[in-house]
DNA sequence: TGTCGCAGACTGAAAATTCAGTCAATAGTG
DNA sequence: CACTATTGACTGAATTTTCAGTCTGCGACA
């Protein structure tokens, strides 16, 4: 398949960014890390903030499935237990998991300076938010749709908030797991009024 | 007065940084912003680290300022009220605010990256979720402290997040004050169990 | 008259991007 | 089947751009 070192390029990225951060990711860092030319790069990505996007697509993606994976295996579990799951996947400290966070908060932090980024950025949070919704809706079928997509938004938003404090060395990830877990029985709980 | 330009350095570097980020900030065009030349930066301040250190004084300082101002001026309305205003500081379209949000986010940011920034910036987030747990005490005088400190963690860690979300323009400003305004009553209302 | 505050042009190094082609595979053709 | 035309993937070696930091000197004024 000639997709092989496309696909290298990207899983290069995702490694580098996640050491370097956007700022610090250099195209022949990235040319050695994925054993090819740094011409090979602007063959299939035209330029730096071509493969920036790409790279985002490409975690997402890679965030998606390990996320249905573990919907899948998990059988006939409680929706709230699954929700838990969901989310807690985040928190882990096993390197795929940690370099998908670090790019996406890296990736993140850099829209902020690079609109060419954000339509991307918010299509994959949208979806979050509303992953995350239906999982709530699963516990509280009866929560009207707003409320739930204000939860969902909510504990998405402070995901990301404690995954940079985590990430950053400011939150050792038991007490991130803990605060994860006491914020969806805080948000479940007010649903049910 | 001789510290007119140097101030201009540092309120033009505190704007630069809020248009292009910390690792954006060029020299040229902080030269620019500030109506000096690049040579009297170098003059004021050693190196581009050094501008980037003052920046985030300056910054940090007048952040101080505005936070004890607007307590100041509270006056005698009640606790619940203290905090919303408190952390609803955080959105507002004020370049200021922006600019002081965006030097924060940043920070915390590049504090993955380089390990020498993380000791200031947990000081700082430990300061504030002490803060917020203060004010959380006076609204729910009887909740142990843990439980406390445990809501400003959530509450703080949302902020962080959702924060990002609008600077990245995910998030519309409005919205995000909404979101604020719902978790402060999710967590006031679970602390009164 | 020396030194402080300052500007503009400049430099060297690092990084991004392009160029000019090679190579391997595939398709058409007599 | 032999051949050649074409194309997509790929590279090493430039070229171009970007940037932090420096050099030279000038005017004000103590």
Redesign the interface.
Known sequence: MATDRRRAILEGAARVIAR??V??LRMEELAAEAGVSTALIYYHFKDRAGILRHTLEFISDRADRYTSDVEDAAGPSDAREELEQSLLLEFQDVPEVRENS?AW??L??????E?EL?GD??RA?LAWIHDVADLLSCVRPTTPAPALT?SA??L???????S??W????LPLTHAR??VR??I???I??LSD
């Open positions: 370097r951060g700022r610090g670090t908060g890296e993140r932090a850099s829209a902020i300076f609109p954000r950025l918010a949070t204000a938004e909510r998405t938003g402070l995901l990301e908030g404690l940079t404090r990430l950053s060395g400011a803990e605060l006491e914020a029985s805080v948000e709980e007010t």
